[in-house]
């Protein structure tokens, strides 16, 4: 017996790009030679990434250098440790790519991935398509200017489709179904065809304009959107065509015949703890998994479709599976709904500054206190630099503006310029996370573990000064905050076998600013810019020449009409059209006003309300204690 699969919810469109290997792909964008030869990114003795012509020639991702300089001997290896440039480089195209939503939703995933959740486009966009002619179509990128955007046939799809049918409207429509499903799978096929194209637009523009390339899924949600965007790689789109629900004669849709084929643990949302789990009840023992250096690989074979059809397989039965210490209640039924394909998590809207900065390092060994004292210097200087990097900008910013991806020297450069910089949030703890490695077994093997333990504490106010230099700083916070708390975490004096070490900086508070994300005003830049704000309004006292016009009674000088005129005209609010009408003062004469003259527009109704019986002026407020004064009896 098997559960009903969840809701599906398809009325979104997003959009998953994946940055074609990006970590060579920034070296090859500061030297183009490097496109046609084997590349390989190196961090410790591990090949992190390398290019395509290196996988040509047999290197592939997590090998050992030694063993990709021996498949290929001409490879070249650079360094990759300072992650500075890629950090630059993916915020630039993950700025360059929220440019074109509307919505703002645009969602960073490492350093390499954005989700974009361009719905509202859709929408606008299938308002203007004229159904008699979709061959001639305009996708509009702007509500305000429609001569913003591009030409295209909207009755066929951009680039590949799963599965591989035509890419006309027509035939496309035929192998779907009628069905009368929530959203009809005609109408889902346009929305995803003009999915398809503004996908090809952005790619296109990513590659021209910044130099990057990518690789791109289509569909109505996150998991879908990104497993679909893997089919063809490099350089390539797929979009996943409907029916995405069951039709009647046979329950299958494309979703399910997609999802089936993949590995239990290659679902995003399903780690490796969870999917060990699964395959242990799937297969009824323990699942062997590989004792490689990288933890994480499996040797078992379990698939979704294992999984989907194992009889009692149901959200109530993966609760009891994954069930466990801190485990969220309704686990079982969110990886239910993945294994169906179905998720309904949103597509996040961008952030003026990170939730939180975490930087860490794995070791084959860490044991000794002056090993731990040396690594967490250099994890606390590396930290600080991400947090000038991410949480600053100049005075002079409304919004942050990240340093140019030619600065490698970004925390030496925000040191000698640290007058010109601020603070967009400030975190206010620190966590030390470590992972120690289990001890040995009686037969000598060593049990696997993933688990960290972790103490939190203050940040120092000090880390937030810009009138030292990086080094002094990270030296300071590592004595008398993160070596504190790391005896906290292991109080023996050695024996750790340490196999990782994290910082994270976490709890950000916005700082005052003027931006819409700011924590209230920002009084300093306010008094150090009320002197231009306020010159439109001062009023200068300025000494006037006796003159042989009369004056009246009041001692107010009566000006020729002439001359009159001629300051009204040039002074008047209607030449002023950035002001309102109520904006400017009323000129009775030049540059001058006695102090006993009010000006004509005010009255004694400024300064608040007048009794009907006596005539006293006084605030609205004290009026109804004034008018009992009157009632009470003589």
Known sequence: MHNAPPKRQDNRI???FDYDCFYAAVFEREDPQLKSLPLAVQQKQIIVTCNYEARRRGLYKLQLVREARKKCPDVIIVLGEDLTRFRNASKDNYNFLRGYTWSNKAERLGFDEVFMDVTDLIDYNIEFLNHHDLTASFFHLDRNDPTIGFSFDV??????????YPTSAIASSSQATNSSSEHDSSDLSLRLRLGSHLAQHLRHQLEEQKGYTSTVGISTNKLISKLVGNVDKPKGQTTLLPPYIGVPETGQNNVVTFIDDHDIGKI?????????KIRNHVLGRPAAFSAGLVYGGTKENVKVRDVRMLDGMGPELLSKILAGPG????????VWGLVNGVDDSEVAKAKEVPQQISIEDSYIRLDELDQVRGELKMLATSLIKRMRLDLTATLDEDSIEPPSDQDENVGANLDQNHAARKWLAHPKAIRLSTRPRPPLNPDGTRSRTFTRISKSG???????????EIGDLADRLAEEVLVPLFRKLHPEKSGWNLSLVNLCATNMSLTASEGKGGAGRDIGRMFKTQEDVLKDWRVEDVDMAPSD???????VRHQDAEHLDDVEMRDSPSTHPQYGSEDLGTFTQDSYQDDEVWDSEHSDQ??????????????????PAHARFHSLPE
Not at 271 to 276: E, H, L, R
Not at 327 to 334: F, I, W
Not at 458 to 468: L, N
């Open 155 to 164: 009755s066929q799809f951009s680039g590949h489709t799963y599965p591989r």
């Open 14 to 16: 997003i959009i998953h």
């Open 606 to 623: 400024d300064l608040g309300e007048s009794c009907a019986v006596c005539g006293a002026v006084m605030p609205p407020f004290a009026m």
């Open 268 to 276: 995003p949302g399903i780690g490796f703890k969870i999917a060990q």
């Open 327 to 334: 485990v969220p209640r309704d686990l079982g039924e969110k």
């Open 458 to 468: 203050g940040m120092p106010t000090f880390v937030f000064s810009f009138a030292h």
């Open 549 to 555: 016009d009369d004056a009246d009674e009041n001692g």
